[in-house]
Protein backbone atom coordinates (compact mmCIF):
# COMPACT_ATOMS: atom_id res chain seq x y z
CA UNK A 1 0.00 0.00 0.00
CA UNK A 2 1.21 3.77 0.10
CA UNK A 3 4.89 4.09 0.95
CA UNK A 4 3.59 7.53 3.25
CA UNK A 5 0.76 8.34 5.81
CA UNK A 6 1.19 12.15 4.83
CA UNK A 7 -2.64 12.53 3.75
CA UNK A 8 -1.78 15.45 1.02
CA UNK A 9 1.05 13.28 -0.22
CA UNK A 10 -1.33 10.24 -0.93
CA UNK A 11 -3.81 12.36 -2.44
CA UNK A 12 -1.13 13.63 -5.12
CA UNK A 13 -0.39 9.95 -5.88
CA UNK A 14 -3.78 8.97 -6.09
CA UNK A 15 -4.71 11.60 -8.39
CA UNK A 16 -1.23 10.66 -10.42
CA UNK A 17 -2.16 7.55 -10.28
CA UNK A 18 -5.31 7.58 -11.86
CA UNK A 19 -3.83 10.32 -14.76
CA UNK A 20 -1.82 7.23 -15.48
CA UNK A 21 -4.75 4.72 -15.82
CA UNK A 22 -6.38 7.24 -18.32
CA UNK A 23 -9.42 8.74 -15.49
CA UNK A 24 -7.82 12.51 -16.15
CA UNK A 25 -9.81 14.36 -18.78
CA UNK A 26 -9.50 17.61 -17.65
CA UNK A 27 -10.20 19.70 -14.89
CA UNK A 28 -12.77 18.34 -12.49
CA UNK A 29 -12.01 15.56 -10.95
CA UNK A 30 -11.56 14.93 -7.31
CA UNK A 31 -10.03 12.98 -4.92
CA UNK A 32 -10.63 13.20 -1.38
CA UNK A 33 -8.91 11.87 2.29
CA UNK A 34 -10.80 12.10 5.77
CA UNK A 35 -9.04 13.43 8.94
CA UNK A 36 -9.75 11.12 11.20
CA UNK A 37 -9.48 13.43 14.28
CA UNK A 38 -11.82 16.37 12.53
CA UNK A 39 -14.54 16.75 10.73
CA UNK A 40 -12.26 17.78 7.87
CA UNK A 41 -10.96 16.43 4.87
CA UNK A 42 -8.00 16.76 2.31
CA UNK A 43 -8.77 17.23 -1.41
CA UNK A 44 -7.17 18.43 -4.68
CA UNK A 45 -7.84 21.73 -5.59
CA UNK A 46 -10.05 22.72 -8.79
CA UNK A 47 -7.69 24.84 -11.17
CA UNK A 48 -5.55 21.75 -12.42
CA UNK A 49 -6.11 18.13 -14.07
CA UNK A 50 -5.68 15.10 -12.12
CA UNK A 51 -2.45 14.67 -13.86
CA UNK A 52 -1.00 18.31 -12.76
CA UNK A 53 -1.10 17.91 -8.83
CA UNK A 54 1.54 18.69 -6.71
CA UNK A 55 1.06 18.86 -2.67
CA UNK A 56 0.91 22.20 -3.33
CA UNK A 57 -2.70 22.06 -4.76
CA UNK A 58 -4.04 19.84 -2.12
CA UNK A 59 -6.53 21.85 0.19
CA UNK A 60 -8.29 20.83 3.58
CA UNK A 61 -11.59 21.45 4.46
CA UNK A 62 -14.40 21.67 7.39
CA UNK A 63 -17.53 19.68 6.22
CA UNK A 64 -18.93 23.13 5.53
CA UNK A 65 -17.07 23.68 2.96
CA UNK A 66 -14.48 26.25 4.43
CA UNK A 67 -10.51 25.84 3.26
CA UNK A 68 -9.05 25.38 6.66
CA UNK A 69 -5.19 25.32 4.76
CA UNK A 70 -4.98 27.98 1.57
CA UNK A 71 -7.17 29.76 -0.59
CA UNK A 72 -6.94 27.47 -3.29
CA UNK A 73 -9.99 27.15 -5.35
CA UNK A 74 -12.08 23.86 -4.58
CA UNK A 75 -14.77 22.37 -6.55
CA UNK A 76 -18.56 22.49 -6.03
CA UNK A 77 -18.48 18.58 -5.39
CA UNK A 78 -16.88 18.94 -1.58
CA UNK A 79 -20.62 18.21 -1.03
CA UNK A 80 -21.10 15.24 -1.61
CA UNK A 81 -17.63 14.38 -0.06
CA UNK A 82 -18.62 15.99 3.39
CA UNK A 83 -21.94 14.43 3.36
CA UNK A 84 -20.28 10.86 2.63
CA UNK A 85 -18.33 11.05 5.61
CA UNK A 86 -21.19 12.18 7.04
CA UNK A 87 -23.08 9.60 6.51
CA UNK A 88 -20.70 6.65 6.14
CA UNK A 89 -18.24 6.25 9.14
CA UNK A 90 -16.79 3.37 7.27
CA UNK A 91 -15.66 5.53 4.33
CA UNK A 92 -12.11 7.07 4.71
CA UNK A 93 -11.56 8.09 0.90
CA UNK A 94 -13.44 9.48 -1.82
CA UNK A 95 -12.56 9.41 -5.70
CA UNK A 96 -14.83 11.18 -8.65
CA UNK A 97 -13.93 11.09 -12.21
CA UNK A 98 -15.06 11.60 -15.86
CA UNK A 99 -12.92 9.53 -16.89
CA UNK A 100 -14.06 8.62 -20.68
CA UNK A 101 -14.55 5.07 -20.47
CA UNK A 102 -16.36 5.54 -16.97
CA UNK A 103 -18.16 8.62 -18.77
CA UNK A 104 -19.73 6.55 -21.41
CA UNK A 105 -20.98 4.09 -19.46
CA UNK A 106 -22.94 6.60 -17.12
CA UNK A 107 -23.98 8.25 -20.53
CA UNK A 108 -25.65 4.39 -21.22
CA UNK A 109 -27.65 5.67 -17.78
CA UNK A 110 -27.36 2.09 -16.52
CA UNK A 111 -24.73 0.08 -13.99
CA UNK A 112 -22.03 -1.78 -15.17
CA UNK A 113 -22.80 -5.40 -16.51
CA UNK A 114 -21.55 -8.05 -15.23
CA UNK A 115 -18.94 -9.20 -18.17
CA UNK A 116 -15.43 -9.99 -16.15
CA UNK A 117 -14.28 -12.06 -13.24
CA UNK A 118 -13.44 -7.81 -11.86
CA UNK A 119 -16.87 -6.81 -12.79
CA UNK A 120 -17.40 -8.77 -9.07
CA UNK A 121 -15.85 -5.96 -7.13
CA UNK A 122 -19.06 -4.17 -7.99
CA UNK A 123 -21.50 -6.56 -7.87
CA UNK A 124 -24.43 -5.44 -5.64
CA UNK A 125 -22.47 -2.39 -4.85
CA UNK A 126 -23.05 -0.33 -7.50
CA UNK A 127 -25.90 2.57 -7.39
CA UNK A 128 -27.37 5.11 -9.51
CA UNK A 129 -27.64 8.63 -8.82
CA UNK A 130 -29.60 11.23 -10.99
CA UNK A 131 -27.10 13.94 -10.20
CA UNK A 132 -23.67 14.74 -8.10
CA UNK A 133 -25.48 16.62 -5.12
CA UNK A 134 -25.60 14.66 -1.99
CA UNK A 135 -29.34 14.81 -1.45
CA UNK A 136 -29.32 12.70 -4.14
CA UNK A 137 -26.21 10.43 -3.82
CA UNK A 138 -26.75 9.85 -0.06
CA UNK A 139 -29.91 8.62 -1.13
CA UNK A 140 -28.76 6.11 -3.42
CA UNK A 141 -25.96 5.44 -1.36
CA UNK A 142 -26.81 3.02 1.09
CA UNK A 143 -23.87 0.67 1.62
CA UNK A 144 -22.58 0.70 -1.87
CA UNK A 145 -18.49 1.15 -3.26
CA UNK A 146 -19.64 3.00 -6.42
CA UNK A 147 -21.89 5.42 -7.20
CA UNK A 148 -22.83 6.24 -10.73
CA UNK A 149 -24.11 9.14 -12.37
CA UNK A 150 -25.76 9.28 -15.73
CA UNK A 151 -24.43 11.88 -18.17
CA UNK A 152 -22.02 12.47 -15.91
CA UNK A 153 -18.97 10.31 -14.26
CA UNK A 154 -18.64 8.08 -11.34
CA UNK A 155 -17.49 7.60 -7.25
CA UNK A 156 -15.96 5.25 -5.75
CA UNK A 157 -15.45 5.22 -1.94
CA UNK A 158 -13.39 3.11 0.29
CA UNK A 159 -11.81 2.60 4.12
CA UNK A 160 -8.74 3.24 2.74
CA UNK A 161 -7.17 5.87 -0.94
CA UNK A 162 -5.44 2.55 -1.70
CA UNK A 163 -8.54 0.49 -2.17
CA UNK A 164 -10.77 3.42 -3.23
CA UNK A 165 -8.26 4.18 -6.05
CA UNK A 166 -8.00 0.86 -7.09
CA UNK A 167 -11.69 0.55 -7.40
CA UNK A 168 -12.25 3.53 -9.65
CA UNK A 169 -8.98 2.34 -11.71
CA UNK A 170 -10.90 -0.88 -12.39
CA UNK A 171 -13.98 0.84 -13.00
CA UNK A 172 -12.34 2.61 -15.63
CA UNK A 173 -10.90 -0.88 -17.08
CA UNK A 174 -14.53 -2.80 -16.89
CA UNK A 175 -16.45 0.19 -18.39
CA UNK A 176 -13.86 0.02 -21.27
CA UNK A 177 -15.14 -3.57 -21.86
CA UNK A 178 -18.76 -3.15 -21.18
CA UNK A 179 -19.66 -0.07 -23.58
CA UNK A 180 -17.23 -1.80 -26.36
CA UNK A 181 -19.67 -5.11 -25.79
CA UNK A 182 -22.56 -2.94 -25.83
CA UNK A 183 -25.10 -3.86 -29.07
CA UNK A 184 -23.50 -7.55 -28.74
CA UNK A 185 -24.89 -10.84 -27.42
CA UNK A 186 -21.92 -11.28 -24.89
CA UNK A 187 -23.59 -12.33 -21.99
CA UNK A 188 -22.98 -11.61 -18.34
CA UNK A 189 -21.36 -13.80 -15.57
CA UNK A 190 -24.42 -16.23 -13.90
CA UNK A 191 -25.54 -14.65 -11.20
CA UNK A 192 -25.07 -17.69 -8.83
CA UNK A 193 -20.82 -16.94 -9.38
CA UNK A 194 -20.68 -14.14 -8.72
CA UNK A 195 -20.20 -13.89 -4.97
CA UNK A 196 -17.78 -16.60 -4.81
CA UNK A 197 -15.74 -14.89 -7.64
CA UNK A 198 -15.25 -11.37 -5.88
CA UNK A 199 -14.61 -12.98 -2.58
CA UNK A 200 -11.91 -14.83 -4.64
CA UNK A 201 -10.74 -11.50 -6.49
CA UNK A 202 -10.67 -9.11 -3.34
CA UNK A 203 -10.62 -10.98 -0.23
CA UNK A 204 -8.23 -14.00 -1.32
CA UNK A 205 -6.44 -12.36 -4.02
CA UNK A 206 -6.07 -9.19 -2.53
CA UNK A 207 -6.52 -7.08 -6.19
CA UNK A 208 -7.35 -4.24 -4.88
CA UNK A 209 -4.28 -3.63 -2.32
CA UNK A 210 -2.38 -5.64 -5.36
CA UNK A 211 -3.52 -2.74 -7.97
CA UNK A 212 -2.70 0.40 -5.67
CA UNK A 213 0.60 -0.90 -5.22
CA UNK A 214 1.27 -1.29 -9.23
CA UNK A 215 -0.34 2.44 -8.84
CA UNK A 216 1.63 3.60 -7.06
CA UNK A 217 4.65 2.71 -9.42
CA UNK A 218 2.84 4.46 -12.36
CA UNK A 219 2.33 7.35 -10.13
CA UNK A 220 5.87 7.71 -9.66
CA UNK A 221 6.51 7.22 -14.00
CA UNK A 222 4.15 9.31 -15.02
CA UNK A 223 4.44 12.32 -16.98
CA UNK A 224 1.97 15.09 -17.46
CA UNK A 225 1.70 16.40 -21.23
Not at 22 to 46: L, Y
Not at 48 to 62: F, H, I, P, Q, S
Request: aromatic content about 6%.
Amino acid sequence: MSTTNDPATQVVTACRALAARGCDTGIGGHVSIRDPERREFWINSFDKTLGEMTADDVVKLDHDGNNVLNDREVSLGYEFHAGIYDQRQDVNAIVHTHGFWVTALASLARPLKMRHNLCTLFHEEQVMSPDDSFASIGAALGQASTIIIPWHGAITVDRSIGRAAALHATLEDMAKLDVTLEGTEAPELPEEIRPKLRKLVDEMAGYLEQTWDLMQRQAERYVHV
